[in-house]
């Protein structure tokens, strides 16, 4: 399993930005995908999941302002995030979950190498 991250970079407040993490997976359609993020000295955060089902949970700090989708035909998943804050400033990590436990068990995850996001004016 290999997950690419794609979209990170340096945005300012107020500002939107997509991420999008590509899945070599067989099967893609049977995980449940999504994203943490992690600052330094922190715990990882849940940011965004969505389950094989299309069922979809947001970390509560960016409820309102992302987006998560997948679209199983091209095994990708997509983050839309608007209205970025300096506290959103992570590196994110794509996930794949395959027993269908929404990622929140992390031991269990494939993970993505991570994309940095800089919110800062």
């Known amino acids: 399993v290999q997950l690419q991250a794609f979209g990170g970079g340096l945005v300012q407040p107020g500002g939107s930005l997509n991420l999008s993490c590509a899945a070599s997976?067989?099967?893609?359609?049977?995980?449940?995908m999504g994203w943490y993020r992690q600052t330094l000295g922190k715990q990882r955060e849940l940011v965004a999941a969505?389950?094989?089902?299309?069922?979809?949970n947001y970390g509560d700090s960016v409820k309102g302002r992302f987006t998560i989708s997948r679209d199983n035909a091209k095994n990708t998943i997509l983050l839309q995030m608007n209205s970025l804050r300096p506290e959103d400033t992570a590196v994110y990590y794509c996930?794949?979950?395959?027993?269908?436990?929404?990622?929140?068990?992390?031991?269990?995850?494939?993970w993505g190498k991570g994309t940095q996001v800089t919110v800062s004016s």
């Open positions: 996930y794949a979950d395959p027993f269908g436990g929404w990622g929140r068990d992390l031991s269990n995850n494939y």
């Open positions: 997976i067989n099967s893609f359609s049977i995980y449940d």
């Open positions: 969505v389950t094989n089902g299309g069922s979809t």
